[in-house]
């Protein structure tokens, strides 16, 4: 199993934006077929090195891994809108023992 992880710093961190793109990663569960697992996160402590959004997907393999970087509905809605509000983002990859 593949975790794959995103923090992301929004342009905008207020509650309202926060829960917009939480709303938005966590609607792919069901629209991404490869995810085994999703959850998001919204960060409380606003600290001057905290990111304001982690998503953490949990795939089958590195091959699921590579699908669900060029599946559509990941692309097309998910990424878009990220890329639109980030102002940064951070990610890991690592084989779950």
């Known amino acids: 199993m593949i975790k794959h992880i995103v923090c992301f710093k929004l342009k905008d961190s207020s509650e ?19 995810i085994k697992d999703i959850n ?15 998503l953490e997907v949990v795939l089958d393999n590195e091959e699921a891994l590579e699908a669900y970087q060029h599946d559509p509905y990941h692309v097309d809605v998910v990424k ?18």
């Open 40 to 54: 998001v996160g919204i960060d409380f402590l606003h600290s001057d090195r905290s990111y304001d959004i982690i």
């Open 16 to 34: 309202k934006s926060c829960k917009m793109a939480k709303e938005t990663l966590m609607s792919m569960k069901g629209h991404v077929d490869m």
């Open 80 to 97: 878009t809108y990220m890329h639109k509000v980030r102002e940064t983002s951070i990610a890991v990859d690592y084989v779950i023992d």
